[in-house]
């Protein structure tokens, strides 16, 4: 309370910039227009999925979609071999005269755990990629951001991207009119 | 260019194209209907099964189309805005599907084992089921099919017409009114319809999923054509503008959930009689899975099934026409096949476990099939252009029509190569 701590030697930390619309189209509009001119560290908000955001981020491929086939297949595998094992090796049955070898039989478990495969798949490889659980994360500092589960839309442009000036970035983004910007602290 | 600019009417090059495939696709019919007339006297044994399976892939196209007007009348949405038109005037095309049933009704006896005397006796299973299946009200029955369909056929033409010329959206309230009822009666009606037609070409044996598979395959062929007709005419206005990468991506979504749909109720079909081995109802897979049956069988999984789902699976696949053309090309290539593997066989000697031969693969059916599709087909294709051409190309006041392309205007600014675009 009493030294006087002033932060005037160091400017204070800033992951980024972060600009307010009220409208995903607006939001797609400048987050293309920060990927042509060249901004690569940016990141967007939005409270539900808007088509096309992420070919403006520059998103054009994803590891998802490889992962999930992946999945998908390992899971099917699991489950037919699974069953071959234990209908012909370790508890061989006659089972109305059927063959131990019944693949027939063994379809919908081996379609089931294909779909299980995959989607659980899906979820854990999201949560890997989005980098998540995450327990700190310094966009959560910037005052209007709560509104992005509701009906705000953010573009964040990062201080880590080597064309980040605080001038320069903070006119670009007022080019784009938002409601609002706002300086992210860490 | 956006489809309002011109009207929706086909433009000059399209009407050029259009008198082509006329006259073309007429030719190939007269020549498949000359051979078709052949074949009925020269072989009719042979021939006549196998005209009733490509008769049944153009009837099913027919029925399809119909219930894809009702389905997108219920569910509105802009993945039917270029294909519309198409399937209301494949659906009307069910009226030259009945003129096509004639020859089935005088070949009967060659087609059907329960209008057989000798078959009738000797095998009591077909001997209990003919107070249904018999000649006189298998006829009644066909008549109430194809009035019924003629009736959904109309309303589905008529009133959407009408609604071009309106200025009130009272054309399309009165179809929005009946479509879901419609839609029950043709879904029944294919159903009881594949059961007659198709189904009773093995008369001891019955399965309660063969009218759904039927309707499930025939919608997969009629998304399959629509796709193929689209993109081998998007070139030109007005298709060219209505036919954008989101509508493309659509067709392939459908054409993989309805593959998948398909494989899915064949498995079940196979799953419970293979489980439940029961004499009654096995029969109809020893027709059809071995020998020359048996590889087509195999083939139907890996080529019918695998090909088309892993090749659909890729979103940049659904997105591209250099694709879907070759896909859907293939999945009407592979439903001719199915087709011919469901019907041909039919009631049959089986082979038995003491070396008993079974009938052998029918060889001539595969010329008179190629020669039925082709006549059936070719007089269908000149009959749908001719049908197409009397009005415009997309129906521009219908409500889901115009609800889906205001959608589609509000979103191509923000990103144009996303959903918007041209395909070709």
Redesign the interface.
Known sequence: MSAQHAPVAAEPEVYGLLAEFDD??RL??AT?TAYENGYRSIEAYAPFPV??LD??LGYFKNKV?ITV?TGAVLGGLTGFLLQCWSAMYYYPHNI???PLYSW??F??ITFELTVLGGALSAVFGMLIYNGLPRLYHPIFNAPAFARASDDRFFLCVQSRDPQFDPEGTLAFLEACSPLSISVVPY | MSIEANGARASAELETRFDLIQSTAGRIGLVGLAACVAGAVIAPAAFFPSYLAAFLLWTGVSFASIGLCLLHQLTGGSWAVPHRRSFEAAGSLIVLMALFFVPILLGLGYTYAWADKAVVDANHHVANKVHWLNPGSFTLRAVIYFAIATAAAYIVNAWSRQQDDAADKAPSRRLNAVAGPATVFMFLTASFASFDWGMSRDPDWYSTIYGALFIVGSILSTLALAAVFSIRNGKYEPIHSALTVGRLNDLGNLMLAFTMLWAYMSFSQFLITWLGNLPEEVVYYQRRVFGIYGAIALGLIAFGFFAPFLALLQRSHKRDANWILPIASWILVMRAVDLFWVIVPGFGKIPGPHGEEGDSFAWGSLLWYAAALAGVGGIWVAAFIRRLRTAPLVPLRDPRVVEALERDRAHAHAHQQHTGGAVL
């Open positions: 995903p189209d797609v509009a293309k088509e096309g070919h403006a979609p086939f109305a005269g059927k027939p039989a379809i919908p």
